[in-house]
């Protein structure tokens, strides 16, 4: 099956929102607590340490002038900004990995429309009541479920893609052979084409694993 769709607004906020949770995060993290008790703090020390505590290691107690409740703000919105980095991250890594490529112009069928078309053609052969076609219906049943488990096709270089649309072919040629007024014949070739379409998808994994 095809990858899910994502616009390209996505995109680019996918990528511009872990920018946007540091520049924040570093901002308040060396701009406010330096400019209100004239000394900095490490990452570990905000993170884990309670209010009087960083009140301690910044300056005399009885001279800070900062409410507490405020240094529990400072530490709220540094807690949401780096669950917010972390999470724009796995949002990222999303993106990155169900991005669509573009399709390669020489592919006849794109996404999973390879696999309805062999399904729609089993239908058409399972109504089929002659014993001679239940060889033929095994499969091509077989090869429906094995397109039904491939990735989507229309991607990837000219090697792949004339793999695929050498599928596509055949797959014509058994819609061909359906329609056949020879019925014993076209049995026959139906299981030589199934098994030749199985071939061709075995050399289109091996491809997909050298073209990664």
Same mark, same amino acid.
């Given at each position: 099956m095809g990858k899910p769709t994502i616009n390209k607004k996505r995109i680019w906020i996918a990528y511009v929102l872990p920018v946007f949770f540091v520049v924040v995060f570093l901002l308040i993290y060396f701009v406010l607590p330096p400019k209100i008790y004239e000394k900095g703090l490490s990452i570990g020390q905000w993170l884990a340490s309670n209010p009087d505590k960083l009140i301690n290691v910044m300056q005399d107690k009885d001279a800070v002038f900062t409410p507490v409740y405020e240094i529990w703000c400072i530490k709220i919105i540094i807690?949401? +900004? $780096? /669950? /917010?980095?972390?999470l724009s991250l796995f949002n +990222? /890594? $999303?993106v990155i990995q169900n991005k669509k490529k573009d399709y390669n112009p020489n592919a006849i069928y794109k996404d999973n429309v390879v696999y309805l078309k062999a399904l729609e053609l089993y239908e058409k052969l399972n109504n089929k009541e002659d014993e001679k076609f239940e060889n033929a219906k095994r499969n091509l049943r077989v090869v429906t479920e094995k397109l039904r488990n491939e990735s989507a096709f229309g991607y990837g270089d000219d090697s792949i893609i004339d793999n695929e649309n050498s599928i596509v072919d055949l797959l014509n040629q058994i819609e061909t052979k359906i329609k056949e007024s020879n019925e014993e014949d076209s049995a026959q070739d139906i299981v030589s084409i199934c098994k030749e379409i199985q071939s061709k998808l075995k050399t289109r994994i091996e491809l997909k694993k050298i073209r990664r």
């Amino acid at each position: 099956m095809g990858k899910p769709t994502i616009n390209k607004k996505r995109i680019w906020i996918a990528y511009v929102l872990p920018v946007f949770f540091v520049v924040v995060f570093l901002l308040i993290y060396f701009v406010l607590p330096p400019k209100i008790y004239e000394k900095g703090l490490s990452i570990g020390q905000w993170l884990a340490s309670n209010p009087d505590k960083l009140i301690n290691v910044m300056q005399d107690k009885d001279a800070v002038f900062t409410p507490v409740y405020e240094i529990w703000c400072i530490k709220i919105i540094i807690y949401v +900004l $780096w /669950g /917010g980095f972390i999470l724009s991250l796995f949002n +990222l /890594g $999303w993106v990155i990995q169900n991005k669509k490529k573009d399709y390669n112009p020489n592919a006849i069928y794109k996404d999973n429309v390879v696999y309805l078309k062999a399904l729609e053609l089993y239908e058409k052969l399972n109504n089929k009541e002659d014993e001679k076609f239940e060889n033929a219906k095994r499969n091509l049943r077989v090869v429906t479920e094995k397109l039904r488990n491939e990735s989507a096709f229309g991607y990837g270089d000219d090697s792949i893609i004339d793999n695929e649309n050498s599928i596509v072919d055949l797959l014509n040629q058994i819609e061909t052979k359906i329609k056949e007024s020879n019925e014993e014949d076209s049995a026959q070739d139906i299981v030589s084409i199934c098994k030749e379409i199985q071939s061709k998808l075995k050399t289109r994994i091996e491809l997909k694993k050298i073209r990664r």
